[in-house]
């Protein structure tokens, strides 16, 4: 019985130090995504990656299939001068095929430091041997998307070339 109290314990503590693994490592690439590199967060998906986002009249709009088509939205989220942190991590499933749910935030300002933009959100993953094979993004406010988009255009940032 002890055996067992004592496996049971280091198993809870080994999935909490793992979440606050991945949470650090989220959380270091977003810092570089913010600087405006993307690689980080590339890297973390699997070539034939398909990431989900939510639906509207904006340039991140629907599925984005293969690292090609995720390295243009991540470009674009840099472009507009997003900034994002990731607050809080939950992790489920075994280390070569985790189930990743963090929650989200992100903000834009304009040229003269004014926000333009902020948001929440739920960003849900699948992982195979620690790579991103889905991922999607549900924002809170999908609207708030749309009015971005208009002021983007307006501040005259266009969409990364297809």
Not at 38 to 59: K, M
Not at 60 to 78: C, M, N, Q, V, Y
Request: charged share 25%; with cysteine.
């Amino acid at each position: 019985m002890r055996a067992l109290l004592i496996g049971a314990v280091g198993a809870l503590v080994g999935r909490a130090l793992a979440a606050r693994l991945v949470l650090f490592k989220l959380r270091r690439d977003l810092v570089k995504l913010n600087e405006g590199d993307c690689g980080p967060v590339l890297a973390a998906f699997a070539d034939d990656a398909v990431l989900h986002f939510n639906e509207g009249a904006h340039r991140w709009s629907g599925d984005h299939r293969g690292k090609p088509a995720i390295e243009r939205f991540l470009r674009d989220f840099t472009r507009a001068g997003l900034q994002g942190e990731l607050d809080r991590v939950w992790i489920s499933g075994p280390p070569w095929a985790l189930t990743l749910v963090g929650r989200f935030n992100d903000e834009a300002r304009g040229p003269d430091g004014e926000q333009i933009y902020a948001n929440e959100a739920v960003l849900v993953a699948r992982t195979r041997w620690g790579k991103v094979v889905e991922q999607w993004d549900f924002f809170r406010d999908t609207v708030r998307m749309g009015a971005l988009e208009q002021r983007l255009q307006e501040l005259g940032i266009e969409s990364v070339a297809v």
